[in-house]
C-alpha cells in the first residue's frame, strides 16, 4: 500500500512543479481523464484479444508493450523534472 501512495504523490508532485501555480488544475485534469479512460478501455481490449485469440499470450504482451513504451517516454521523452518558469501574459490596462 505505501508504494502506491508514492507513487500517486510523486505524479501529483510532477504535475505542480511543471504546470505551475494557474495551469495545475487543468493538467491534473487531463491527467485523470487519461487515466481513467485507460482504465476504462484496458477491459476491452482485453476482452477483444481474448475473444479473438482464445490466450492470455496477446493479452500480456499488449500489456508489456505500453508498459515499456510508457517507461522509456518517462525516461526520454519527460525527462529530468525541474521547475518551469513560466511568462505572464501581458495585461490589457
Do not use: C
Not at 517516454?73 to 501581458?90: A, D, L, N, T, Y
Amino acid at each position: 500500500m505505501r508504494f502506491s501512495w508514492d507513487v500517486l504523490l510523486q505524479h501529483l508532485g510532477y504535475t505542480q512543479t511543471l504546470a505551475g501555480q494557474e495551469m495545475v488544475g487543468r493538467w491534473t485534469g487531463v491527467q485523470n481523464f487519461v487515466g481513467n479512460f485507460a482504465g476504462a478501455v484496458a477491459p476491452w481490449i482485453t476482452g477483444f484479444l481474448l475473444d479473438r485469440t482464445g490466450h492470455f499470450y496477446w493479452v500480456f504482451l499488449v500489456t508489456t508493450a505500453v508498459v515499456w513504451v510508457g517507461a522509456v517516454s518517462r525516461i526520454f521523452v519527460v525527462g529530468p523534472i525541474k521547475p518551469v518558469e513560466w511568462r505572464r501574459h501581458p495585461t490589457v490596462t
